[in-house]
T-cell receptor, first 113, second 114 residues
Framework: KNQVEQSPQSLIILEGKNCTLQ??????????LRWYKQDTGRGPVSLTI?????NTKSNGRYTATLDADTKQSSLHITASQLSDSASYIC????????????FGIGTKLQVIP | DADVTQTPRNRITKTGKRIMLECSQT?????MYWYRQDPGLGLRLIYY???????NKGEISDGYSVSRQAQAKFSLSLESAIPNQTALYFC?????????????FGPGTRLTVL
């Protein structure tokens, strides 16, 4: 069964600090991995997408990495801001049709002053 | 104006009642989706539609039905609501030539079934 596991489940950091969120998956055959940010009370918004051949991709202060061999991805947030407080969801798609998209539970990040 | 809108945003109802959640989009996308989100669980797909004449069941379609009234409108119905359908419901859209299934989500509808 395709699975996506994220860690930690929750995280509290001080404003200005960096943090890294992890995503491990067992989805096969792999197509792509996407990180979404979900603010409280809102729908998820895509941050980055990574395909099999990509190792690193950045979007401002967000940098995602992918190791397709170990089936792991990370999302690194640099110089955190209060507005980074949200849930971050890892979503992995398998080849072969839309039904083969698996969502992680998410990591809830709280940035405090 | 928001690209993907959902109505109502909040709804409290009783067991056995029929409920309809509505979704509209102005993005011009062909593909529309309904998900539910529960605490401690990832988003789960209920139904999806790749065009007006195409409706597909997702992972957890039992107890739900949908209607694609137009390219821009996709509604979700609970024919006889039950308490374990209490959840946050999201509508999402995606284009036919969309980059690797990117989804654009609405703001969500919080449904409580008593």
């Amino acid at each position: 069964k395709n699975q996506v596991e994220q860690s930690p489940q929750s995280l509290i950091i001080l404003e200005g600090k960096n943090c890294t969120l992890q995503c491990n998956y067992t989805v096969s055959p792999f197509s792509n991995l996407r990180w979404y940010k979900q603010d409280t009370g809102r729908g998820p918004v895509s941050l980055t997408i990574m395909t099999f051949s990509e190792n690193t991709k950045s979007n401002g202060r967000y940098t995602a990495t992918l190791d397709a061999d170990t089936k792991q991805s990370s999302l690194h947030i640099t110089a955190s801001q209060l507005s980074d407080s949200a849930s971050y969801i890892c979503v992995v798609s398998a080849r072969g049709g839309y039904q083969k998209v698996t969502f992680g539970i998410g990591t809830k990040l709280q940035v405090i002053p | 104006d928001a690209d993907v809108t959902q109505t109502p945003r909040n709804r409290i109802t009783k067991t056995g009642k029929r409920i309809m959640l509505e979704c509209s989009q102005t993005k011009g996308h062909d593909r529309m989706y309904w998900y539910r989100q529960d605490p401690g669980l990832g988003l789960r797909l209920i139904y999806y539609s790749f065009d007006v004449k195409d409706i597909n069941k997702g992972e957890i379609s039992d107890g739900y039905s949908v209607s694609r009234q137009a390219q821009a409108k996709f509604s979700l119905s609970l024919e006889s609501a039950i308490p374990n359908q209490t959840a946050l419901y999201f509508c999402a859209t995606g284009g036919r030539t969309n980059d690797y299934n990117e989804q654009f989500f609405g703001p969500g509808t919080r449904l409580t079934v008593l």
